[in-house]
């Protein structure tokens, strides 16, 4: 019955004489349940139903999360001012109007859309309420609780689509209850429809239904049809290419999470998006074949450790689908036989043991766990055929989250349902048993590698030299003196005293202050100062007398020097050294030149002007009575 | 602490670069055994210098291992000595632990008699006297590389539905074989199920100690000094043999059988009590 | 106990500090590795004496040496050494007791930096405490003797900082020998004591550190750790003459 109302407003509700249901709908309080995750496996569900028949094209899905201003939802006010009328009966009601009307002020909304790309989209908007089986947007739009048959009975059987309530799982993801769908068909005509799901209210003395449609209402032969306005308006609610775009304002909070949704998408449609079916966008995240794993492996989204895979299975599953080769099982109901592909792995890691039951058209319908057999460590994917998916969906609950027998009427059909199950768990078991047998031989070695063993340690010796043996070389160490045991086989037979293996020069150009830097740069006094290896040096204190020799002979920038400047670094027990902590005038009473057979200088820390002659230094020293004689040097030289 | 720096010390120091010594060399050697408790560590080192050897010998000089890691262990070591240990509650190895062994001199040393020195000191060394508890000589620097674990193979099972008992422990020619009547007491498809066999391991291992001990002890005796004999023949004995004496057993008797397994092997019961534990807690 | 050890990645992490706030660490598998280690037992102690009367910090210390030495050195070194390990015990066992007597812990992060994952090097109070404790226990048997000893450890805490700050002396037999000198020529608070009139060492020196540091000056040509009492006694007496006016310490030279 539909009376022609004087109301210009877009959002169309069916007058009634009077209230008698006041309470929602009882499927939106079952699909609150199901959460984001319930919302998006629906949603997807039904994109993938609506693929292109003869297109390889994957179906691709962009789910976007965002905030738009109040203004721009499409007639919002009339909802608002409907919402304002509701009058609850009881404290659920109550509490579920109180709930909208918080949410009613807000000028900065948040939502979710679902856009679906090389999908079909809905036929006949322009025909409007037309009750034609052609027409999909006139069943889609103004129907509830009926779904619109595939004329091709294969993809019909297929369809996973769920039983007529798709729409209300998108009310229920509103605070308001309320959804939009934008369609494009193949004409490019675009068209925007929507629900709002309240309960029957008394609006201007008149009762009304609760449903209400966005949408036109025509006089026609002294019947009134829906028609759907033409898409003009903003951004959110377009949808330019074919296919179907479901938009639901007032997205409720525990629904808003990006997270949940990637995780949504991997866990129930890894087939597919494996299978290059389909393919998935969440606002920047794009979910495909190539970056599915990425995702899996992400430790954001899903724990690594096997051992505590206990309630989210999917890297297992396509770990073991993309590896495994599936073998035939044939599972039978009692009536026919129906056959499937079994993948399937054995792997003691695995805490609990699940089947994946897909659909060919790829949502994954349940975690089966196979009878007894819950604990034991294997993980599987299942997957049948066309007649195989048909029959797996009578089995169906309606959220599609299990196959059982519960829900089935027909006393015959719920018998072979429950045979059909057991079968499957029976079939399963002999497989899981047969790979157990297999990869635990009775017979054989007993592996007690983390109980007995012994330990090979290595030691090794320790090469470098604190002196001029390591040079900075790009960044590398390079050991520039030899190994210490072939230093032994070459032994220094008498000879040169103080002379060393020539591998390094033996002196160092650097600083006094910073002996392990290079000095690039001249002292400011125009002169060179050179570290001297300990191993030019002969340093022998006797009785109160000190005695240095150096030997520079074959070092060529010592060649033409006949005099030097020497200084003192003090070494430690550490090996650091120590540039101020010997005062030479506080040690030495007077430095001797063994060479010339003169006095040297003491001054600025320094022994001036030693001679050098033919590459040799002697020195002798008279030592001050608090000379410490347990104090080891390296000496500088400055040329 | 040990001591790396190349430098000018006050009278010859004997070391492998060393300038003042004829024929400077100082080397150090070390290998490591370990058991649950303790680490061994065993030294070879040889000393150049004959004058230096000769007051080790005496006792005028001491060779001192120097353990560095988190920090630092001074072990004195009699002339003879080839082996320290250490308990693990105060040594850590790490890749930053070294090791070096230094001389140092237990009275005054007159170096009039050292023949090992380089020329340029005959002139002076009789003048030289090192004091007490100074330093004469250090090695070279051993550094801990890391170690492996090689597994031994000693068990090996075998399902026996004919078998008149649940369980039967045999000792074979190279390994204990335990044998199962029922395939279910293996415990096989079980997560850790290796974990849930150890209490038979423990029961073969103290099996095989048993008869081990009744074969190679002294007659009227109950126990054997791993010291005293000889390798056994026996294939599996020998892998036992080799286990104890490489975790620093040096007597297993019917007394301290349990101590000893405890000594070769890594938590056996512990290992089995967690994995039960962890059972009870998946079951929930 | 069995304690879980943490992965790295858990300094200067703004979530970690939050998540120990509200206890949300140990459930967050992220944080942890495969490794668990047990020991028979780990009761609460004084982890940080960095604030406080110096009676409460001496008290602090006192319970630390104790618990610690009753119930930690027995484990490896492994263990007991390893900033890991304080680190997930601290974490994962003792958040309530942290939240309890270091309360400042809750106002920033950089509070729970310093006090509670600090790093464990000689400024990090349970290391102090830990070495301490091995090297008393370990060398002293005399239960009235230990005692004394780590009262001596509180006496010189400046000397005792400064010999396990740096690697060459940290030593047991050093330190014990070291104390038992200090403690004999009863020269404890001149080794506290700011070096007055040596203006070229710098602003903070003290007696006790430069004696220290003349001994490494010396090693290993005097192997310090290895001399008995007497012999290491002469070297820091003259060490300590050095620096110190003479006739003053001839006087405290027990005859």
Not at chain 3, 186 to 191: A, G, V
Request: with cysteine; net charge negative; proline share 3%.
């Amino acid at each position: 019955m539909t009376a022609v109302t004087t109301e210009t407003s877009p959002w169309k509700f069916s007058p009634i004489p009077n209230i008698e249901e006041s309470n929602f709908n009882k499927i939106l309080e079952r699909f609150y349940g199901l959460g984001v995750q319930g919302l998006t496996k629906e949603n997807i569900q039904n994109s993938l139903d609506g693929r292109l028949p003869n297109s390889t094209a994957p179906v691709i899905v962009k789910i976007e999360t965002g905030t738009i201003n109040r203004q721009d939802i499409p007639g919002i006010d009339h909802v608002i001012d409907r919402i304002k009328c509701l009058e609850g009966r009881n404290s659920y009601t109550k509490e579920t109007i109180g709930h909208m009307l918080k949410s009613v002020n807000q000028d900065e909304v948040r939502y979710i859309s679902f856009e679906d790309i090389n999908t079909k989209g809905l036929t006949g908007a322009k025909n409007g309420q037309s009750h034609s089986k052609k027409d999909t947007w006139g069943i889609y739009a103004y129907n509830k609780g009926v779904h619109f048959e595939e004329s091709d009975s294969k993809i019909e059987t297929s369809r996973g689509g769920s039983h007529g309530v798709g729409k209300i799982a998108s009310n229920a993801a509103s605070d308001l209850h309320l959804m939009y769908f934008a369609n494009c068909d193949e004409h490019g005509d675009q068209h925007l429809g929507g629900t709002v799901q309240l309960i029957e209210h008394l609006y201007e003395d008149q009762c009304y239904r609760s449903t209400g449609y966005f949408a036109d209402l025509k006089e026609e032969n002294k019947t009134s049809k829906f028609y759907p306005y033409e898409n003009d308006f903003h951004s959110v609610f377009k949808k330019r290419t074919r296919g179907l775009k479901i938009i639901i304002p007032y997205l409720r909070s525990d629904f808003d999470s990006e997270e949940e949704i990637i995780k949504t998408v991997c866990d129930s449609f890894f087939i597919s998006i494996l299978d290059g079916r389909l393919e998935v966008q969440i606002n920047d995240h794009v979910i495909t074949a190539g970056t599915i794993v990425s995702y899996l492996t992400n430790n954001q989204y899903y724990n690594q450790e096997i051992s505590e895979m206990k309630k989210v299975f999917t890297p297992l599953y396509v770990k073991t689908y993309k590896n495994e080769n599936p073998r035939e099982i044939t599972v039978s109901n009692g009536e026919r036989d129906y056959q499937f592909k079994l993948y399937f792995k054995y792997d003691e890691a695995i805490v609990k043991g699940r089947v994946a039951i897909v659909r060919t058209i790829g949502m994954k319908i349940e975690d089966f766990a196979v009878k007894s057999n819950a604990t034991k460590p294997f993980n599987a994917v299942l997957i049948g055929g066309l007649e195989e998916d048909g029959y797996l969906k009578s089995l169906e609950n309606e959220s599609h989250t299990k196959i059982s027998a519960e829900d089935i009427k027909d006393p015959l059909l719920k018998r072979q349902a429950t045979r059909f199950i057991n079968n499957l768990s029976k079939e399963i078991a002999k497989i899981i048993d047969e790979e157990m047998k297999r990869n635990n031989p009775t017979d054989g070695v007993m592996d007690t590698k983390d109980l007995l063993y012994i330990i090979e340690t290595e030691f090794k010796q320790d090469l470098s030299n604190a002196y001029g043996a390591v040079k900075i070389n790009q960044g590398k160490q390079v050991v520039k003196t030899t190994d210490v045991t072939t230093q032994k086989k070459t032994k220094k037979k008498g000879g040169k005293k103080g002379s060393v293996e020539p591998k390094s020069t033996g002196i160092k150009r650097t600083r006094r202050n910073n002996p392990t830097g290079t000095a690039d740069e001249l002292q400011e006094s125009g002169t060179e100062i050179y570290s001297v290896s300990p191993n030019l040096v002969e340093r022998l204190i006797l009785n109160n007398h000190e005695f240095i020799q150096f030997n520079f002979m074959g070092i060529p920038e010592m060649k033409k020097k006949n005099s030097c400047h020497l200084s003192f670094n003090l070494i430690d027990g550490m090996g650091e050294e120590y540039k101020d902590e010997f005062k030479l005038k506080e040690n030495y009473a007077h430095a001797f030149d063994q060479n010339s057979g003169s006095s040297c200088v003491i001054d600025d820390e320094r022994i001036k002007n030693v001679s050098i002659r033919d590459g040799i230094v002697k020195l002798k020293l008279d030592l001050k009575p608090n000379y410490n004689r347990a104090l080891k040097f390296v000496y500088y030289v400055e040329v | 602490m040990i001591y790396k720096k190349d430098a000018n010390f006050p009278y010859p120091v004997l070391t492998n670069t060393s300038t003042s010594y004829e024929e400077p060399s100082f080397l150090l050697d070390v290998s490591l055994e370990e058991n649950t408790n303790d680490y061994r560590f065993l030294i070879n080192y040889e000393v150049s210098s004959p004058f230096i050897k000769k007051l080790i010998a005496t006792g005028d000089a001491q060779a001192i291992l120097i353990i560095q890691s988190k920090d630092n262990k001074f072990y004195k070591l009699d002339p003879n000595q080839t082996a320290i240990e250490v308990p693990k509650k105060r040594v850590s190895l790490n890749k930053r632990t070294s090791i070096q062994l230094h001389i140092q001199s237990n009275r005054e040393i007159h170096f009039g008699e050292n023949q090992d020195l380089t020329s340029f000191y005959d002139a002076f060394k009789s003048e030289i006297i090192v004091p007490n508890n100074a330093l004469l000589g250090y090695s070279n620097i051993v550094v801990f590389e890391g170690s492996i674990q090689n597994p031994l193979v000693l068990f090996e099972k075998k399902l026996d539905e004919q078998l008149t008992s649940d369980i039967r422990i045999e000792l074979g020619v190279e390994t204990i074989i335990i044998h199962y009547r029922k395939e279910d007491y293996q415990f096989t498809g079980v997560r850790s199920s290796q974990a849930f066999n150890n209490p038979y391991i423990y029961a073969g291992l103290r099996t095989a100690l048993q008869r081990f001990i009744h074969e190679y002890s002294e007659q009227g005796e109950e126990y054997v000094d791993l010291t005293q004999i000889t390798q056994p023949e026996n294939l599996l004995d020998f892998k036992l043999y080799q286990l104890m004496t490489k975790k620093m057993v040096q007597e297993v008797s019917v007394d301290n059988i349990d101590e000893v397994i405890s000594l070769i092997s890594d938590k056996i019961i512990e290992k089995y009590a967690g994995a039960v534990k962890e059972l009870i807690h998946n079951g929930d | 106990m069995e304690i879980r050890l943490l992965k790295k990645g858990y300094k200067n992490n703004e979530q970690f500090y939050q998540d120990f706030l509200e206890d949300k660490v140990n459930s967050n598998e992220e944080y942890f590795t495969n490794d668990i280690i047990t020991i028979p037992d780990a009761p609460d102690f004084p982890i940080y004496m960095g604030r406080g009367s110096e009676e409460e910090k001496k008290q602090a210390f006192q319970q630390a040496f104790e618990v610690i030495a009753s119930s930690y050195i027995q484990t490896d070194r492994d263990l007991h050494l390893e900033e890991i390990f304080w680190h997930s015990l601290l974490v994962t066992k003792k958040r309530d007791y942290i939240l309890e007597n270091y309360p400042v812990v809750k106002t920033d992060m950089k509070q729970f930096e310093n006090i509670v994952i600090k790093k464990f090097d000689w400024e990090n109070y349970i290391y102090k405490c830990v070495l301490a404790a091995e090297y008393i226990e370990d060398l002293i048997e005399d239960p009235e003797e230990k005692k004394h000893y780590y009262q001596l450890v509180l006496e010189n805490l400046d000397i005792y900082n400064y010999i396990i700050k740096y690697g060459i002396f940290r030593n047991a037999e050093f330190l014990v020998k070291i104390l038992t000198i200090i403690d004999e020529l009863k020269i404890s608070n001149i080794m506290k004591e700011k070096i007055k009139d040596r203006p070229d060492l710098g602003k903070d020196e003290r007696y006790g550190r430069r004696v220290i540091f003349e001994l490494n000056k010396k090693y290993p040509v005097v192997m310090s750790p290895l001399l008995d009492v007497e012999s290491l006694k002469q070297e820091v007496l003259q060490a300590l003459s050095l620096y110190y006016d003479e006739l003053n310490l001839k006087s405290r030279v027990p005859v």
